[in-house]
């Protein structure tokens, strides 16, 4: 079986070599759509807890509450009528009306004694069986599941995908970045702590838990199967920024994740070479292009694949769109009409700089490619999970 | 039968004698005015707290804003400028603490130990508590308490800010003495609640009147016997719980520290070992005062005696079963939260009882819609409602979605809120003749129930829908879509801010007014036949002369339907 598998991983290698002999540039199109998918500034109007479940637990979750919220609301209502009957039937008309005189009855008494406890039996079973389930995470865990890392610090989250060595993603950029799982994959989240306690939450999965300080771990799952971004924050009181320990999470396509786990193993260097671009200026560009294009050089030397490329051009395309995103926040919440105005023209620079230096930034990888001509990506790292192997050659 | 006459115990006059007093009585409205006052201080508290949450700068864009590191939103009367206090939220985070810390400790519990004090040695036929001075001692420990934990705002670092929860490792965290003035407030508090709770023992079961077996005894004084029992209980447990947190903090002991071998999760079972029962310390004493206020104004008897006593004390029982459900979030076995679940749903079905036996007890009868008959009805409704949010978040799998949002803020201030202090307002507009001899004014009293019905309302019906949108509790700052959710929750707030204003007004006219009150002001002797209305308005000191004669009304029987005097 090992043996199959390895032939086929040194096949699909020689296929993808065969392929990178054509610089393998992925169209704009591509990049800015991966930039807006996991823009950490994305707004969406809050999804209700019981309205929009994102997860298989949280449709059931979601189903159990309204059938128990039917089963209970009778004994909402009845008192409240009953109320009502008594208050309009027997108010004191000064007729001269004895009042009754019964002060038991014992039949009634076991009748509404014995029905709330069949109600309650009623509803606790198929509470109880998703108790169970909602708890297992080893017993539901498949093989190809994900696992995320969940670490709470006044007030930011990090996470670590352990079958992905190196991949940890923050708080980054003054923004707190969010977790990308995989549409139809399920997850299974480790939750701890660096500080005090903290409660990780996105309610449209219908997940909440305590993360505690280290080594205690806290555990949940779920299959995420709707892609989108999805809010959430901190739901126990941390300190003083508590209410703005914000998090967010995006569940993507598996084409899309593995881009994701392929851009952000490759951030550092990639952003390296993007911060030299962003340094180039109109006035000086011919003295710069020398220094950038040995930065690309440097970037490609070891590893000239597909995925690589994609990483440098997706992080071109986040760090303008991220200047901008700062430049919006402040036309949206400043009060100042100055700051506005100043805020306004900064967003058209950046904009217009963009679309000048990110063809730069692409030419520069074209030519750099070919210069350096075709040579096969290394093997990639050895991985726990087969799909990570080939996740990391398709990107 | 003759009594030897009387000590006098009068030694002093004026104020030296209200702070000499051992009087049941006297001790009864020190304590009423001690919850009364709290009560404001309190609700400015959650003045303070609302006003920021009205404010449109605490938006979530300006949360945004400042994860970017733009750190120029005011957020606020908290926010970082413009603050009204202090340059952060923490300022914020001190008010929920004190204002949870305050109305529980120092309003409800005390509040509810007034009534006990005033009217349970007189229902039972006593002359006094078992032990005046221990009862005086109970009182006056509750002044350094709240010193202790107000003053704490004044200094360094001020007050505790890690939520009236104090759960570590936050707690032990924080930074000057404002934590340790809480916990030491909190071992006042707790050991004044133990003392007032062996007292209230002691007395109902030695010193019932000759002939009053337990089940004649009124349901009043069956409520606050079973919440003695639990105070008793469960007070020591949160003395052991806060006092971990203050080894940790001063003596380094790492009990609750996962990193020096501790558990973090510890605090909380023991915490909540105690908070949960304390739920039903302040809302039992309330459920038996109401039925005689029931029976009293549908001029009939208590339906059910013999069930409402069983009831509260299953209450009580279960009530000590069920704390975990307020952390399933911590990571349980399945088996336990399963339990916890079960458990925490049985709860409804004595509460069950209870609410239709207090429909049946209003069943056939003549209402007269007077101010604590109206806090009374109102009470069901809304005790009802708060109930139901409950039992949805008993539900584990549900709780995980609903756990440490408004919506559990909204359930339980249904129940505080909507339930204890209507009660206590209910009992205060019923037995303040008697505990004063001044009558409080029906047009004022019927005004505030007015408010205060619509304000619980408003106020915790829109802190459920906020809840169920996803908004966190204990935060300064949300996301602009509740923010019209946020202003009407604000907008309920000042309601019921003038209700208890209007109350507060109405208690101060009355003590300007001639003592004049009827012994049975609310003529309901002839069917309750209970003692309090048997004496005069305010009852003499010692209450009886004579060695009261024993109850000519057995709850259990019927045969005294055909009402007689009780003097006979």
Not at chain 2, 122 to 142: E, Q, S, T, V
Not at chain 2, 228 to 257: C, E, H, K, W, Y
Request: glycine fraction near 8%.
């Amino acid at each position: 079986m090992l043996l199959i598998r390895s032939l086929i991983v040194v096949l699909a290698l020689s296929i993808l070599g065969l392929a990178a002999a054509e610089p393998a540039l992925a169209d704009a199109e591509r990049v800015d759509a991966l930039v807006e998918l996991f823009d950490p500034n994305t707004q969406i109007p809050i999804e209700n807890t019981f309205q929009n479940p994102a997860s298989e637990l949280a449709e059931e979750v979601q189903s159990g509450a309204w059938f128990s919220f039917l089963l209970f609301l009778p004994f909402l209502i009845l008192p409240q009528v009953l109320l009502l009957v008594v208050i309009f039937k027997f108010r004191d008309r000064k007729d001269g009306r004895k009042p009754a005189t019964f002060i038991h009855n014992n039949k009634l008494e076991i009748f509404w004694t014995a029905l709330p406890v069949v109600v309650v039996i009623i509803v606790a079973i198929p509470m109880t069986q998703l108790v169970y389930k909602m708890d297992l995470p080893a017993a539901n865990a498949d093989q190809d599941g994900l696992t995320v890392v969940v670490i709470g610090k006044q007030f930011q989250w990090k996470y670590e995908y352990p079958q992905y060595p190196g991949l940890k993603v923050g708080y980054a950029d003054g923004r707190q970045q969010p977790v990308v799982l995989q549409k139809d994959r399920m997850v299974t989240l480790q939750f701890t702590s660096e500080d005090v306690n903290h409660a990780w939450s996105v309610p449209a999965f219908g997940v909440k838990k305590d993360c505690f300080p280290a080594p205690r771990f806290n555990y949940a799952w779920f299959t995420p199967t709707r892609t989108g971004f999805f809010d959430g924050q901190c739901y126990e009181l941390c300190g003083e920024d508590h209410g703005r320990m914000v998090l967010s999470a995006v569940v993507a396509e598996e084409a899309d994740f593995k881009a994701w786990v392929n851009i952000q193993s490759n951030s550092l260097d990639a952003r390296d070479v993007v911060e030299l671009l962003r340094k180039t200026d109109d006035s000086q560009l011919g003295e710069d292009v020398a220094a950038l294009s040995q930065a690309v050089t440097d970037y490609f030397a070891d590893d000239r694949s597909a995925g690589r490329t994609l990483a440098l051009q997706y992080w071109a395309g986040y760090s303008y769109n991220l200047d901008v995103g700062d430049q919006e926040k402040i036309l949206h919440t400043s009060r100042e009409n100055e700051r506005k105005a100043s805020a306004e023209v900064e967003a058209t620079r950046i904009r217009a700089l963009a679309t000048e230096q990110r063809p730069v930034l692409d030419n520069l990888i074209k030519t750099t490619l070919s210069r350096l001509g075709a040579k096969p990506a290394p093997a990639v790292e050895p991985t726990t999970s087969p799909t990570v192997a080939s996740g990391q050659q398709e990107g | 039968m003759s009594a030897a006459p009387l000590p006098e115990i009068k030694r002093y006059s004026g104020v030296l004698d209200w702070i000499s007093t051992v009087d049941h009585k006297k001790i009864g409205l020190m304590y009423f005015w001690f919850a009364f006052i709290f009560g404001l201080v309190g609700g400015g508290l959650a003045g303070a707290i609302r006003l920021q949450l009205a404010s449109p700068a605490a938006v979530w864009e300006y949360v945004q804003a400042a994860a970017m590191g733009l750190r120029e939103s005011p957020g606020g009367l908290f926010g970082t400028e413009n603050a009204l206090f202090s340059q952060s939220y923490t300022t914020f985070n001190q008010m929920t603490t004190m204002h949870a810390s305050v109305m529980i400790f120092f309003v409800i519990i005390p509040a509810f130990a007034a009534f006990g004090n005033y009217i349970v040695p007189i229902m039972i036929g006593a002359r006094d508590m078992a032990f005046p001075k221990m009862n005086a001692f109970a009182f006056w420990l509750l002044v350094p308490a709240a010193v202790l934990m107000l003053a704490s705002f004044f200094v360094q670092g001020g007050a505790a800010s890690s939520g009236w929860t104090a759960y570590p490792p936050l707690s032990v965290r924080s930074d000057g003495p404002g934590q340790d003035m809480w916990v030491l407030g909190v071992h006042l508090a707790g050991l004044s609640s133990i003392l007032g709770a062996i007292n209230f023992i002691v007395t109902i079961s030695n010193m019932r009147a000759p002939g009053m077996g337990w089940l004649q005894m009124p349901l009043f004084a069956w409520a606050t016997f079973i919440n003695s029992i639990i105070q008793l209980i469960a007070t020591p447990v949160l003395g052991a719980a806060v006092t971990m947190v203050l080894l940790d903090r001063n003596f380094n002991t790492g009990l609750l520290d996962s990193a020096k071998g501790g558990d973090p999760t510890l605090y909380q079972h023991i915490f909540w070992f105690y908070s949960h029962p304390a739920v039903y310390i302040m809302i039992l004493p309330g459920f038996g005062a109401i039925s005689h206020i029931f029976a009293a104004f549908s001029s009939k008897r208590i339906f059910g005696y013999f069930a409402m006593v069983i009831a509260t004390a299953s209450i009580a029982l279960l009530g000590f079963m069920v704390w975990a459900h307020h952390m399933f979030s911590i990571g349980m076995p399945p088996w336990l939260q399963t339990w916890f679940m079960i458990a925490s749903l049985g709860i409804g079905v004595p509460t069950g009882i209870k609410v239709f036996s207090w429909l049946a007890t209003m069943w056939g009868g003549n209402i007269r819609f007077t101010t604590p008959m109206l806090y009374a009805l109102g009470f069901i409704s809304l005790f009802v409602l708060g109930g139901f949010g409950g039992l949805i978040l008993a539900l584990v799998p549900v709780d995980y979605s609903l756990h440490d949002t408004y919506f559990v803020v909204g359930h339980f201030h249904y129940t505080l809120v909507g339930g204890s202090v209507m009660l206590l307002f209910a009992s205060t507009f019923y037995w303040w003749p008697k505990m004063t001899g001044r009558m409080l004014n029906e047009v004022a009293g019927r005004t505030s129930f007015v408010f205060m019905f619509i304000g619980v309302m408003v106020t915790f019906g829109t802190m459920h829908v906020s809840g169920a949108m996803g908004m966190a509790r204990r935060i300064g700052v949300y996301r602009e879509e509740f923010i019209w959710l946020n202003q009407l929750t604000t907008a309920g707030y000042l309601m019921t801010a003038i209700a208890a204003l209007i109350v507060f007004g109405a208690l101060i006219a009355s003590m300007l007014r001639k003592a004049d009150a009827k012994d049975d002001p609310w003529e309901v002797n002839d069917i309750q036949q209970s003692f309090e209305w048997a004496i005069s308005s305010p009852p003499p000191a010692y209450n009886f002369e004579h060695v009261p004669p024993i109850p000519v009304l057995d709850p259990m029987k019927h045969g005294h339907d055909e009402a007689k005097p009780a003097s006979t």
